[in-house]
């Protein structure tokens, strides 16, 4: 096993900070940092659901993502009509819904807005991991302020990137990875090691069943280092 150019082994995470409460006005927001890769995370709580959900006394939970023009190297648009962008928010809204029982929150809205102000690889993944705990503040602010009388179920959720690159398996990708791997793959999983979503792409070669389960295996303890760092920053 070789070491990686900032000096991580293949099977280790970068090095990962969430900043809880790092905006004044959202129910819950977060900071967290993975590498270089930087992303401002707020979940705000809304009284509204949406229409087919009218009358029926469940909430909803649903998110937005956007990158700063010089969040990258080269300066992009604020465009968030595109094809990733929305691909994207409907993955990180997914994979937060499953993660909590928001039929709980009575018809309100939990709308989580993920903003890269840095880009190094990851922003989906990290965009993941920080919203579950700006959710789960969201949620506290609810039951604290006694508007939910009970604190919905949840499993705690992370996302992590892995690729391959010249048969080599790689944990959480930076941009210089990210860029050249022949197999990219993004995974997200709660705390009981359950799939909520697996993303594999053969960027350059082909991959086998062998690899897939060797990617899996690597993806878990890429998962379950990040839910660690989840629950010393939740306290759980």
Request: aromatic content about 8%; overall charge negative; proline content about 2%.
């Amino acid at each position: 096993m070789t070491l990686r150019i900032d000096g991580r082994k293949d099977d280790e995470i970068r090095k990962t900070t969430i900043q809880r409460n790092y905006l004044k006005y959202p129910e819950g927001s977060v900071l967290i940092t993975q590498g270089n890769t930087k992303v401002i995370v707020t979940a705000s709580v809304l009284d509204y659901v949406p229409r087919f959900l009218e009358d029926t006394g469940t909430g909803w939970i649903t998110a937005e993502y956007s990158m700063l023009p010089r969040a990258t190297q080269v300066r992009n648009s604020r465009d968030k009509t595109r094809g990733r962008t929305i691909e994207i928010q409907r993955l990180i809204g997914r994979s937060i819904r499953a993660a909590f029982n928001y039929e709980k929150i009575g018809e309100r809205t939990i709308r989580i807005d993920c903003d890269v102000i840095q880009a190094d690889g990851g922003t989906r993944c990290a965009s993941i991991t920080g919203a579950f705990v700006a959710v789960f503040d969201a949620l506290k602010f609810l039951y604290d302020e006694r508007l939910i009388y009970e604190f919905p179920n949840y499993k705690t959720t992370a996302a992590v990137s892995l690729g391959i690159k010249n048969s080599e398996l790689l944990l959480d990708l930076d941009y210089s990875e990210d860029s050249k791997v022949d197999v990219d793959f993004n995974l997200i999983m709660n705390e009981d090691m359950e799939y909520i979503e697996i993303q594999g792409t053969a960027e350059g070669a082909t991959f086998n069943r062998k690899s897939l389960l060797e990617l899996l295996k690597l993806g878990e303890k890429g998962i379950k280092d990040l839910i660690e760092i989840q629950k010393q920053v939740l306290n759980l």
